[in-house]
T-cell receptor, first 109, second 113 residues
Framework: KNEVEQSPQNLTAQEGEFITINCSYS?????LHWLQQHPGGGIVSLFM???GKKKHGRLIATINIQEKHSSLHITASHPRDSAVYIC???????????FGEGTQLTVNP | DAGVIQSPRHEVTEMGQEVTLRCKPI?????LFWYRQTMMRGLELLIY????????DSGMPEDRFSAKMPNASFSTLKIQPSEPRDSAVYFC???????????FGPGTRLTVT
C-alpha cells in the first residue's frame, strides 16, 4: 500500500463543473502539498497546509489531520485547469516529500 | 528572483556516457532537493541537502548516481555511466529556512538511448 494515495487517477469534466480530488495518507505529517503539473511543464505549488482550509481563487484545499485525508476542490472548472494534480506529504520524521501518483484532470469546453 | 534554475532543459545521450545535471537554487534557500519523475514510478526523492551537506541520499538508485553541492548556489547530479532506464525528468527544488514550502525548477528531461 502506498503511503500516499490519490483518487481518482483520471477525471474528465465539462467546463463549469465542480471538481474534487482526494488524497489519503498513512504516515504522520508536518504538512501536505497540492502541486499542479501541466503537460511538458514544470511543477507549481498550489497549496501547502497543515490544518483546516485554504482558498485561492477557484481552488480550495482542505485537510483533516485526524482522518489523514485532504481534498482539492476546483469550482467553475475551465479547460485551462487541465493538468496533473499531485498530493505530497512532508513526513514528520524529516524533510522528505512523499508523493501520490497524481490525478490527471481533463476539462472539456 | 528568477526561481530555481536547471540546466540543461533537455539532454539526449547515448548509453554509457556521463551526464551532469545542474541546479541553481533560489538565493537564501538552505535546502535543495533532487527528484526524478518517470511514468512508472511518478515523482521520487533522490537526495536532499541542508546548508550544502547531504542529509538523505537513500533515494539514489545506485552507485552510478552521485550529487554534490559545493556551495549554496550550485548543485550537480551526475550519472556515470548512464543507462536507458535513467531516462526521466529530473527536478531540482529548494526551500527557504523555517518554511515547509518547496519551489521547483523547470526540470531536465533526460533521454538515454
Amino acid at each position: 500500500k502506498n503511503e500516499v494515495e490519490q483518487s481518482p487517477q483520471n477525471l474528465t469534466a465539462q467546463e463549469g463543473e465542480f471538481i474534487t480530488i482526494n488524497c489519503s495518507y498513512s504516515v504522520g505529517i508536518s504538512a501536505l502539498h497540492w502541486l499542479q503539473q501541466h503537460p511538458g511543464g514544470g511543477i507549481v505549488s498550489l497549496f501547502m497546509l497543515s490544518s483546516g482550509k485554504k482558498k485561492h481563487g477557484r481552488l480550495i484545499a482542505t485537510i483533516n489531520i485526524q482522518e489523514k485525508h485532504s481534498s482539492l476542490h476546483i469550482t467553475a472548472s475551465h479547460p485551462r485547469d487541465s493538468a496533473v494534480y499531485i498530493c505530497a506529504v512532508l513526513e514528520t520524521s524529516g524533510s522528505r516529500l512523499t508523493f501520490g501518483e497524481g490525478t490527471q484532470l481533463t476539462v472539456n469546453p | 528572483d528568477a526561481g530555481v534554475i536547471q540546466s540543461p532543459r533537455h539532454e539526449v545521450t547515448e548509453m554509457g556516457q556521463e551526464v551532469t545535471l545542474r541546479c541553481k537554487p533560489i538565493s537564501g534557500h538552505d535546502y535543495l532537493f533532487w527528484y526524478r519523475q518517470t511514468m512508472m514510478r511518478g515523482l521520487e526523492l533522490l537526495i536532499y541537502f541542508n546548508n550544502n551537506v547531504p542529509i538523505d541520499d537513500s533515494g539514489m538508485p545506485e552507485d552510478r548516481f552521485s550529487a554534490k553541492m559545493p556551495n549554496a548556489s550550485f548543485s550537480t547530479l551526475k550519472i556515470q555511466p548512464s543507462e536507458p532506464r535513467d531516462s526521466a525528468v529530473y527536478f531540482c527544488a529548494s526551500k527557504p529556512p523555517n518554511s515547509y514550502e518547496q519551489y521547483f525548477g523547470p526540470g531536465t528531461r533526460l533521454t538515454v538511448t
